[in-house]
């Protein structure tokens, strides 16, 4: 599962940085903020979004301030989320906003982060290693990042028809090799 | 602007000890405890005017010891968890009430026994009793909530309910070595009142000082 790596990803930099480690601790806070940022402004109304960042740096000082009540033999996650959720309640009450979503929802911080969907792309760069790497590179430059076809082919040094060809061959075998029998 | 932030509690970054909490704890109810026992001698003894072992020798005496440092136990076992954001441990607390209804069952038989004679009940210091087990905590809970500050109680109220528990448990054990009175339902309802009202106390101040 995605979650548990998180978690020994996370608890591995938290008790790195509780031992004194200033690296550990930069990487770990600037991870949270990237789980946090979507996390709070899915829970907040549109005309309250902007106070998302408020509630992240609420939360990173308060991770600060109160380190010493995280328990290292428990889940770290679940200690950040406790954090998150009693920042949240306590912004929610002051500033009077009615959130998006029912207080007691307790919907994963680290099931989504906002780094343009990072997992997706570690999966599409393993999909891609089933064909030829010019054609996974011409896949990638054409259907991801947005290139033309001409510009693809040039970058290859081969005529937009052989390009057309191959981008079309190797999806085709990827289509028949991901999308099962079931199509 | 959350950059600058993470910047800054980078560099201020301080090692942490393994079960630093529990150390906290462990310091602040030794220092408040201090201060508990000071309490006796220099009020108690001195202001009041009881001298130490009033109960001496009869075997309420270690009752009383026996059911406050039980009650001071039971606020003490759930402190630590009560104190991080991400855990909660209510039953000492419930163990807690269904003690001192045990205590005031077998009160009010002993009470029954002696025929409802009013002094098993009020003895000759009930009205004072709660107050000064009050007093005699006070400096316990104050140097516990104090510590507690930096803290991050999921419920700040449960913390200081748990704090005050422990004082006033203990508060009450450092109070029954002035105090003369040798009746078990006397314990069973002033002690407990005075430990009770302790607890409260600490609900309330907690509430407010334990916000994060």
């Known amino acids: 599962m995605q979650a548990d790596a998180t978690e020994k990803r996370m608890r591995e930099l938290m008790l790195a940085a509780l031992d004194g480690d200033a690296a550990a601790y930069r990487r770990l806070l600037a991870e949270l903020t990237r789980y946090l940022r979507p996390w709070f402004a899915r829970r907040l109304s549109a005309s309250h979004v902007s106070h998302a960042e408020d509630l992240v740096q609420e939360t990173l000082l308060a991770l600060h301030a109160k380190r010493s009540t995280y328990d290292r033999s428990r889940p770290f996650t679940a200690w950040l989320h406790a954090v998150a959720h009693h920042k949240f309640v306590d912004h929610v009450r002051r500033h009077a906003i009615r959130p998006t979503v029912h207080l007691d929802d307790d919907a994963p911080i680290f099931a989504f982060d906002d780094s343009a969907h990072a997992a997706d792309r570690r999966d599409v760069d393993a999909v891609l290693t089933q064909v030829p790497e010019r054609t996974a590179d011409l896949i990638r430059q054409t259907r991801i990042e947005g290139a033309s076809i001409a510009e693809a082919a040039a970058r290859h040094g081969m005529s937009e028809t052989a390009a057309k060809v191959s981008i079309h061959r190797g999806l085709k075998s990827l289509v028949r090799r991901f999308a099962g029998g079931s199509k | ?212």
Not at chain 2, 81 to 107: E, H, K
Not at chain 2, 151 to 180: D, K, N, R, V
């Open chain 2, 1 to 212: 602007m959350t950059d600058e932030l993470i910047d800054r509690l980078t560099s201020d970054l301080k090692p942490t000890a393994p079960r630093a909490l529990e150390k906290r704890l462990w310091l602040a109810l030794a220092l408040g405890l201090i201060g508990t026992l000071l309490v006796g001698p220099l009020v108690l003894d001195l202001v009041v005017g009881r001298p130490l072992g009033g109960a001496w020798g009869d075997s309420m005496f270690w009752g009383k010891l026996a059911y406050t440092i039980g009650l001071g136990s039971l606020g003490l076992l759930a402190l630590p968890a009560l104190s991080r954001p991400d855990q909660s441990r209510i039953w000492p607390l419930l163990f807690a009430g269904a003690l001192a209804m045990l205590a005031l069952i077998v009160g009010t038989l002993g009470w029954m026994q002696s025929d409802w004679a009013m002094p098993v009940l009020m003895g000759a210091t009930a009205l004072v009793c709660p107050w000064l087990i009050i007093l005699t905590a006070a400096p316990l809970l104050a140097v516990l909530l104090g510590m507690m500050r930096s803290f991050a109680p999921a419920s700040p109220t449960l913390a200081g309910l748990a704090a005050g528990l422990l004082s006033g448990g203990f508060g009450a054990a450092s109070y029954a070595f002035y105090c003369g009175e040798t009746s078990m339902m006397f314990m069973a309802v002033w002690y407990s009142l005075g430990i009770a009202l302790t607890a409260l106390l600490g609900a309330i101040i907690g509430r407010y000082l334990l916000r994060w």
